[in-house]
């Protein structure tokens, strides 16, 4: 069992430029986030997606969209990278159905993408 | 508003020694959940210990205890006798049930570097 898988682990991009990174869980859950992290702001919300065909925005959103098709897979796109984009980049998810009290987030290993 | 507050952005502790790293937060949900994280210089995010609002006891797993103070609004994480392999970014993080199902809030972590 995998959990998460991001991809790529790192990349560096030219300004302008259109990115997806992938994100892909194998839990079947319901819920799946993408965060940015950057030096002194910890982890902050891109977007989020509590069912498979939903969609939220977080607290970062501009200059991302996600899209949700299925269950397993929570893909980012930039469609235009910016240098203040550059950041290291984390999928997560949880399964927020249940009535347990953990519903911890399980995290992918990240993807440091550099905007040039 | 919802708000996740770490005040130390760096600690320093003594191998065997024990270390106190603060959280307070901020929510008017009843029910809330409150993690904390490790981030070792690998970069993956390691769950450590978990904090529900009902919960009448502290938490504990292992050497981690999570000094939980309500009325406070405090959930500071208490690592006992430090090791080499503690030094690492610890993220303090909650878990509110939103309108759109669960909302995670992340502190800016702090840095924790043990002493030999």
């Known amino acids: 069992i995998a959990g998460i898988t991001q991809a790529p682990t790192s990349q560096i991009l030219a300004a302008g430029r259109r990115m997806t990174l992938r994100c892909t869980q194998d839990?079947?859950?319901?819920?799946m986030y993408w965060y940015r992290q950057d030096l002194g702001l910890g982890l902050r919300l891109i977007h989020y997606?509590?069912?498979?065909?939903?969609?939220g925005k977080g607290e970062v959103p501009d200059g991302y969209s996600v899209s949700r098709a299925n269950t397993d897979d929570f893909p980012l796109t930039l469609a235009s990278a910016v240098p203040s984009q550059t950041s290291v980049y984390f999928c997560a998810s949880s399964d927020s159905r249940t009535s347990g009290s953990y519903n911890e987030q399980f995290f992918g290993p990240g993807t440091r993408l550099t905007v040039l | 508003a919802q708000k996740i507050t770490q005040t130390q952005p760096g600690m320093f502790v003594q191998e065997k020694e024990a270390v106190t790293l603060d959280c307070t937060y901020d929510t008017s949900d009843p029910s809330y959940g409150l993690f904390w994280y490790k981030q070792p210089s690998s970069g993956e995010m390691i769950f450590l210990i978990y904090?529900?609002?009902?919960?009448?006891q502290n938490a504990t797993e292992g050497r981690y205890s999570l000094n939980f103070q309500k009325a406070r609004k405090s959930a500071n994480l208490v690592i006992s006798a430090s090791q080499l392999g503690d030094s690492a970014m610890y993220f303090c993080a909650m878990r509110v049930v939103g309108d759109t199902g669960n909302q995670f809030y992340f502190g800016t972590g702090t840095s924790l570097t043990v002493i030999p």
């Open positions: 839990m079947r859950h319901n819920a």
């Open positions: 904090q529900g609002s009902y919960d009448q």
């Open positions: 997606s509590n069912t498979a065909g939903t969609t």
